[in-house]
């Protein structure tokens, strides 16, 4: 079941397609590769989740990439955690919630309403997408009721105290997590981002053309490219994780 509209039409971002982000030259940035394959990964707490390209899904305990992989029941194609909740959107756009503790095998799963392609969870909410790119919120643990955010986005990233977000042309939008549903004031930001990790004061990001990029999470500075190509990339607790379009797992820890 699709997540309902709300009764009034959605006013769209009217800003124009910004160009790619340009830097002189990459930060150098000294990956480790992590064993395993993933193709989207979350950070959050101690623990890092992902989900293969079969739909398994995994967490390590150590956010260091010092533990192992375990792999949880279920299949996902997307997945996310603060480090005490994990949220899960599947092939069929379900959505599910469980505490991400207790035994790797039999993960108390509690599908909730609603439909979505992509979810993010931090502070007090979990923001989702739907296949038609739009935006919803609700508490953390599942309870209440989806709250649709006026808006247009296919990647929404929040920590609790800001969402970030783009849209299917790349733009990027921020603003306040706890922001009016129906009036958000998404603010555009230059650039151009097909995923974003929003946590501990920076936004980070891929583009299309898989490059990285970070900046301060309330965009006081300009984007800054670091080396490497990822497909996903997630940061938490000075850690920046990240799989490539290979599946290749990647960590390191960073100040930003």
Request: charged content about 15%.
């Amino acid at each position: 079941v699709l997540l309902t509209p709300l009764p009034f039409p959605l006013v769209l971002f009217a800003s124009a397609h910004s160009p790619l982000i340009t830097m002189a030259a990459a930060s150098e940035f000294s990956w480790s590769q992590v064993s395993g394959a993933l193709v989207q990964v979350h950070v959050g707490g101690h623990w890092v989740v992902g989900v293969n390209a079969e739909g398994g899904i995994y967490r390590c305990a150590a956010a260091d990439g010092s533990g192992k992989w375990e792999k949880l029941n279920g299949s996902a194609k997307n997945v996310s955690t603060d480090g005490i909740w994990i949220w899960a959107c599947n092939a069929e756009d379900n959505i599910y919630v469980a505490k991400v503790g207790g035994d790797a095998g039999s993960i108390d799963w509690k599908q909730t309403d609603g439909a979505a392609v992509q979810c993010c969870v931090g502070g007090n909410f979990v923001y989702v997408v739907n296949a038609e790119d739009n935006i919803y919120r609700r508490p953390i643990d599942g309870g209440g009721a989806w709250e649709q955010v006026d808006g247009k986005l296919q990647s929404v990233s929040t920590d609790g105290t800001w969402v970030w977000g783009a849209n299917a042309e790349g733009n990027i939008y921020f603003t306040a997590a706890n922001c009016d549903a129906g009036s958000p004031g998404w603010t555009h930001v230059d650039g151009e981002l097909q995923q974003v990790s929003v946590c501990g004061g920076h936004i980070w990001g891929v583009n299309s053309g898989n490059n990285i990029y970070f900046k301060s999470s309330d965009n006081s500075d300009s984007w800054e490219q670091v080396d490497g190509q990822l497909q996903s990339v997630a940061h938490a607790g000075g850690r920046i994780w990240g799989a490539n379009a290979e599946g290749k797992i990647y960590h390191k820890g960073t100040t930003a």
